[in-house]
């Protein structure tokens, strides 16, 4: 019972002792009002700690924030594959052709597991060429090869291709060669210099720079190179040959042959011409002795003639010398009136 009459003194119990005294007095809190008491603390302790870390969390907040902004750019770009004018795209999954074709415009991939690669429609132009910088290497890259007679020549070629860009071509490029750059290196270039050793390689050195020699050699190229273009998704255009150089010593002899040659087609000439103007002499010559034998044939039947053309001429001798016949002219008279 003391202990029931010391509970109507509670009043006198400090704050500090509150829950053990009630405890004591069989007034036991229940378990609703000791949760509230722990959220309550631990609400404050958040908040606590909230304004006196404030200047760190924003920052660590402005960077997840920016972080998924970022991300959900990145995949939307990735997945977004417009392509421009003039090339198609191949779509490729995991790395390899899946077959499709990306046409120029607005196209969707799926981002992570797909992939394009890009191939120009327009017309390629391949030069091999002895000066640097001006074919497709960086460095003097002609297609050289040696004559019948042993004399090396360096030859400039220009191969024009382009991709149709049909699906199925397209694909078959990406396949065999991936870039339109390894099928110049791996096919383009090996058949032409293939081809040109061969040809060249039959001809004189006097036949491979005249314009027949050149024209054989530009035609069995393009033909070799048409049967290895059929296999892949290409087209060829042309082969040109744009120049060749020679050795100083060869080019020099050459030209000396050339004039030697030019010379002797002038002489040629000369002497036709002198051939042509003798027998037109001749032909003067026989016309005019055919001319007098008619005329001397004339006199000599109609003997009067001279004469009348004497008369002729007295009549018309006004300021004019006149030559009188010799004895043996016969003599004309002509009546005149009184």
Same mark, same amino acid.
């Given at each position: 019972?003391?202990?029931?009459?010391?509970?109507? /003194?509670?009043?006198?119990?400090?704050?500090?002792?509150?829950?053990?005294?009630?405890?004591?007095?069989?007034?036991?809190?229940?378990?609703?009002?000791?949760?509230?008491?722990?959220?309550?603390?631990?609400?404050?302790?958040?908040?606590?700690?909230?304004?006196?870390?404030?200047?760190?969390?924003?920052?660590?907040?402005?960077?997840?924030?920016?972080? *998924?902004?970022?991300?959900?750019?990145?995949?939307?770009?990735?997945?977004?594959?417009?392509?421009?004018?003039?090339? !198609?795209? !191949?779509?490729?999954?995991?790395?390899?052709?899946?077959?499709?074709?990306?046409?120029?415009? /607005?196209?969707?991939?799926?981002?992570?597991?797909?992939?394009?690669?890009?191939?120009?429609?327009?017309?390629?132009?391949?030069?091999?060429?002895?000066?640097?910088?001006?074919?497709?290497?960086?460095?003097?890259?002609?297609?050289?090869?040696?004559?019948?007679?042993?004399?090396?020549?360096?030859?400039? !070629?220009?191969?024009?291709?382009?991709?149709? /860009?049909? +699906?199925?071509?397209?694909?078959?490029?990406?396949?065999?060669?991936?870039?339109?750059?390894?099928?110049?290196? +791996?096919?383009?270039?090996?058949?032409?210099?293939?081809?040109?050793?061969?040809?060249? /390689?039959? *001809?004189?050195?006097?036949?491979?720079?005249?314009?027949?020699?050149?024209?054989?050699?530009?035609? !069995?190229?393009?033909?070799?190179?048409?049967?290895?273009?059929?296999?892949?998704?290409?087209?060829?255009?042309?082969?040109?040959?744009?120049?060749?150089?020679?050795?100083?010593?060869?080019? +020099?002899?050459?030209?000396? +042959?050339?004039?030697?040659?030019?010379?002797?087609?002038?002489?040629?000439?000369?002497?036709?011409?002198?051939?042509?103007?003798?027998?037109?002499?001749?032909?003067?010559?026989?016309?005019?002795?055919?001319?007098?034998?008619?005329?001397?044939?004339?006199?000599?039947?109609?003997?009067?003639?001279?004469?009348?053309?004497?008369?002729?001429?007295?009549?018309?001798?006004?300021?004019?010398?006149?030559?009188?016949?010799?004895?043996?002219?016969?003599?004309?008279?002509?009546?005149?009136?009184?």
């Amino acid at each position: 019972m003391a202990s029931r009459s010391s509970c109507r /003194g509670s009043s006198s119990i400090g704050r500090a002792s509150s829950f053990a005294w009630r405890r004591l007095c069989g007034s036991n809190p229940t378990i609703s009002t000791r949760g509230s008491f722990y959220e309550t603390r631990e609400k404050m302790n958040l908040k606590k700690f909230a304004k006196q870390n404030l200047g760190i969390l924003l920052p660590v907040v402005a960077v997840v924030m920016a972080f *998924m902004i970022l991300t959900g750019s990145v995949l939307a770009y990735v997945a977004w594959a417009p392509v421009s004018e003039g090339k !198609v795209e !191949v779509v490729k999954e995991w790395g390899d052709a899946t077959g499709e074709v990306n046409r120029p415009g /607005g196209n969707w991939i799926t981002p992570v597991k797909q992939s394009t690669t890009s191939l120009s429609t327009r017309q390629q132009a391949y030069t091999m060429s002895s000066k640097a910088q001006e074919g497709a290497k960086n460095y003097a890259d002609p297609v050289s090869v040696k004559t019948e007679d042993g004399v090396k020549v360096d030859f400039n !070629v220009v191969v024009r291709y382009h991709l149709e /860009g049909d +699906k199925d071509d397209a694909v078959d490029v990406y396949t065999d060669y991936k870039t339109l750059g390894n099928a110049e290196k +791996k096919m383009i270039r090996p058949t032409v210099k293939r081809q040109f050793i061969t040809s060249a /390689g039959s *001809m004189k050195t006097s036949d491979v720079y005249t314009t027949e020699g050149q024209r054989e050699l530009t035609e !069995v190229t393009r033909e070799a190179l048409k049967d290895e273009f059929n296999k892949t998704g290409l087209v060829l255009d042309s082969v040109q040959i744009t120049g060749y150089d020679m050795p100083q010593s060869y080019e +020099k002899a050459v030209t000396q +042959k050339e004039v030697a040659y030019q010379n002797e087609l002038k002489a040629e000439a000369q002497v036709k011409v002198a051939e042509q103007e003798a027998r037109a002499a001749v032909k003067r010559a026989e016309g005019e002795a055919k001319s007098n034998e008619i005329v001397a044939e004339s006199v000599e039947n109609n003997p009067e003639l001279i004469q009348i053309r004497f008369i002729e001429a007295i009549e018309d001798s006004e300021g004019k010398t006149i030559y009188l016949p010799s004895d043996k002219t016969p003599t004309l008279t002509k009546d005149t009136e009184d």
